[in-house]
């Protein structure tokens, strides 16, 4: 293998690369011509409430099984061994939890936004301020999503940088406009198989190239990165068995649990049982998922030790390095490295997809709706212009961060991170709390988010000066975002343990989501015995 110089795209890869495009496209364009032609509100945001469970797993696995994911899960894998491999734990909990709490209560109230509980449960300011929450939230991370793949393609490969955002941008916002809530599941499945097919090709090739199964294991044994169960209670280092294991429920519950894009996709279902099962069948698709790209990381150190194309100067980032790995490694073999790539856009092209449909349906039902009545034709027309509409800010949006360094890309990668937990502790105060009062509430979601850009903002620049005298791949601070990685520099001393701000702002990026929701919570209880026992003073004083 030929570690030097910049790879280039054979016609062939070229091809396959188009071809996933075409295909996505292709998809989109069958289902608004076909069927019900999108034609109501109801067939083009949930699919007529006829999906079935299958696709509706692949689906929900895909949607934040995002390129950031792919690129980011082998490079840490890579450098810190497999201890990462341990956040499957928390999958049980944050699936089994969704399955019998949220989708049954979702589901036989009937909503078409999840939004729409916050005002049947305490009033419209808290549902506008939920909404406003999530739009936040997801237009920052859509512009984020078609970037980050499209610049490591282009540092590696010279594949035009531009090219690959705009065709990626165009053809997600046409199929998503155009098919609706139908053209993005079935792309989703089509998009999960490309995938998974991807990434085993990758791992196979690489073995080979490794010298076998037995050589590699025994390369990535010998070289420590075999990580067994680490029981540290340590809230500030970045990966034990309860950050990963417990800290991650509570993300899992944010994404899966009360996010308009997944709950989207149980409201489809045919009757609340598949519902349910959809979200049963989640669990494996992503233990697959994350095993695959877990292995794509041992190959990687079974391949290259550690003399790393990041410390050879060959890449600028290590989240380039799976790119180059796979450029490197499947430069022998024509397709292979179209093929990935492909797999690396599906991530990307399933996660947007998801983020234009169910922001067009927030926007739709949450905020004009209930202020414009119109006939159903004119807001299915209405609801298709807002989902292009996200596809332009989605572009607009790669472009500002174009703009941004590497560390405000990685700040604005936590941001999506650290939404998700307001917004959880938010529902949660609603559910478990009967007590909780709509002041409470809004005053908890403010509370959590304060709390949330405290803590992430500050820790990331209270880290940045220690940047400078650290190695990139012996101490890095991974921030999720959904099922994410990006990396941040961080040190974290056992013998000198950080104490007050300095040890908030060390709390481990797993833990970001428990902190923020319970906050909510806290806040919003607080603040609601408060007003009412303020209101019964009030009464009794009256009396």
Known sequence: MDPTGQKYFTIIDYVIFALLLVASMAIGLY??????RQSTTQEFMYADRSMKCLPLSLSLMATFQSAVAIIGTPAEVYANGTQYWFIGCCYILGLLIPAHIFIPMFYRLHLTS??????????????ICGTV????QMVIYMGVGIYTPALALNAVTGFHLWGAVLATGLVCTLYTALGGLKAVVWTDVFQTVVMFTGQLAVIIVGVHQAGGLSD??????DGGRISGIDLNPDPTVRHTFWTLGVGGVFLMLSLYGVNQAQVQRYLSSRTEKEAVMSCYMVFPCLQVALMLSCLMGLVMYACYGNNSPL????????????????????????????????????ASLSTISSAFNSLATVTMVDLIKPHYSMTEARATLLSKMLALSYGIICVAMAYVVHLM????????????GMVGGPLLGLFCLGIFFPCANSIGAVTGL?????????????????????SVQVLPFNSTNTVLAASENITVPAVIDAASRPAGLNGLYSLSYMWYSALNSSTVVLIGLIISFMTENHQQIVKLLKY
Do not use: H
């Open 31 to 36: 289902y608004a011509f076909t069927g019900g």
């Open 446 to 466: 403010a509370a959590g988010l304060v709390m949330a850009f405290w803590v992430g903002i500050g820790g990331f620049l209270s880290r940045m000066p220690s």
């Open 133 to 136: 929450t999530f739009i936040f």
């Open 216 to 221: 590699a294991w025994v390369k990535v044994r």
């Open 114 to 127: 999840v939004y729409q509980y916050l005002e049947l449960r305490f009033c419209k300011a808290v549902r």
């Open 405 to 416: 360094n590497s560390s405000v890309l990685q700040a604005a990668l936590s941001i999506f």
């Open 311 to 346: 410390e050879q100067q060959y890449i600028t980032s290590k989240d380039q390095m799976v790119l180059y790995f796979v450029m490197d490694m499947l430069q022998n073999f024509p397709g292979l490295p179209g093929l990935f790539v492909a797999c690396l856009f599906s």
